[in-house]
C-alpha cells in the first residue's frame, strides 16, 4: 500500500522529467539547426578511398599530401601529434625506413638539457613529433594578425563535416559577393561559418612540385593534404576495418556452424 502511494508521484515526476528534457532537445536541436542554416554552408561531397567498409588509404596521395603539409601548411600550423615513424606506419603514408630518417633530420630539434644544464639543437629523429613552426601560441598569433592557425593534427574530426570540410575550406576562397564587406584581415572563403576566415587562400596552382608527375592544381592539391590530415587524425582506420572484417567472417562463420549442428542435433527427430 505504502509503495503504490510512494510510485505515484515518482512515476509522475519520470514522466515530468522525461518531457523536460525531450523539450530542452527539441530546443537545443532547433536552435543548432537554425544556427547551420544561417551561417555555414554544406560542404562539397567528395569521394575519398578510405570510404566504406574496405576503404583504405592511397599511400602516393598521403605522401603526396605530406609533401603539400610540409611546403605549405606547415609554415603557420603544427602537427604536433604526429611523430616523422609514423609517416613510415604502414597503415599510413609508407614512407621507407631511409627516407622517415632522412626527413626527420631536415629538421633541427631543440633537446636538453644537457649536463651543463642548456638546452641544444640537434637534428630531429624518427621518435621526434613533428617540429611546429611557432614556440607559442603567443608568437603564432603574433605571427597571423592576431588569429591562431590551430594544429592540424586532429583537424579533420574537430570539424562537422570532416575531411569534406576541410577540402571545401581549402577550395572555397571565392570574391566576396557584392554587398558583403569583408572585415580587414579576413579573407571571404565559402565554407568556413560565418565567411570570413584569417587565414589567406594557402594553395594557388603549382603551390608544390610533385615528383611523380601528378599536375599540380589547387583541387588535387586539396585533396591529397586532406587525405594526409585525415591519416593523421585516424592513424588506425585500416586496422581497425580490418578487425571489423574479421569479425565479420568470424560470426557468418559461427551462424553457419550453429545452423548445421542445430540440423543434426535435430534430425533424428524428425
Ligand atoms: C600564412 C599562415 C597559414 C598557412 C600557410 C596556412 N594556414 Fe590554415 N590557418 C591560418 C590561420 C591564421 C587560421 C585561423 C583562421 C581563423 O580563425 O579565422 C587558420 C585556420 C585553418 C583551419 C581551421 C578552419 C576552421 O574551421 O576553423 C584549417 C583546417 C586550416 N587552417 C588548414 C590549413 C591547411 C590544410 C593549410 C595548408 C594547405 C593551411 N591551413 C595553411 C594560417 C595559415
Not at 134 to 163: I, V, Y
Request: aromatic fraction near 12%; hydrophobic fraction near 40%.
Amino acid at each position: 500500500m505504502r509503495r503504490t502511494s510512494f510510485s505515484k508521484p515518482s512515476s509522475t515526476l519520470r514522466r515530468t522529467a522525461f518531457a523536460l528534457v525531450g523539450a530542452a532537445a527539441l530546443a537545443l536541436g532547433g536552435a543548432s539547426a537554425a544556427v547551420a542554416a544561417g551561417d555555414s554552408v554544406a560542404p562539397k561531397d567528395v569521394s575519398w578511398s578510405w570510404e566504406g567498409p574496405f576503404g583504405t588509404f592511397d599511400r602516393a596521395a598521403l605522401q603526396r599530401g605530406f609533401q603539400v603539409y610540409k611546403e605549405v601548411c606547415a609554415a603557420c600550423h603544427s602537427l604536433k601529434y604526429v611523430k616523422y615513424r609514423n609517416l613510415g606506419d604502414a597503415g599510413g603514408p609508407g614512407f621507407s625506413e631511409a627516407e622517415v630518417k632522412a626527413i626527420a633530420a631536415g629538421y633541427q630539434i631543440t633537446d636538453g638539457p644537457n649536463d651543463e644544464g642548456d638546452m641544444f639543437e640537434r637534428p630531429g629523429l624518427p621518435k621526434d613529433a613533428f617540429k611546429s613552426p611557432f614556440e607559442n601560441e603567443q608568437l603564432a598569433k603574433l605571427a597571423n594578425g592576431g588569429a591562431l592557425p590551430p594544429d592540424l593534427s586532429l583537424m579533420t574530426k574537430a570539424r562537422d563535416g570532416g575531411a569534406d570540410y576541410l577540402y571545401s575550406l581549402l577550395t572555397g576562397y571565392e570574391d566576396a559577393p557584392a554587398g558583403f564587406e569583408v572585415g580587414p584581415g579576413l579573407n571571404y572563403n565559402v565554407y568556413f561559418p560565418g565567411h570570413q576566415i584569417a587565414m589567406a587562400q594557402p594553395i594557388y596552382e603549382d603551390s608544390v612540385s610533385y615528383a611523380d608527375g601528378t599536375p599540380a592544381t589547387v583541387e588535387q592539391m586539396s585533396k591529397d593534404v586532406t587525405a594526409f590530415l585525415h591519416w593523421a587524425a585516424e592513424p588506425k582506420l585500416e586496422a581497425r576495418k580490418q578487425t571489423g572484417f574479421m569479425v565479420m567472417t568470424f560470426l557468418v562463420i559461427l551462424a553457419g556452424l550453429l545452423y548445421f549442428t542445430q540440423r543434426k542435433i535435430w534430425s533424428d527427430q524428425h
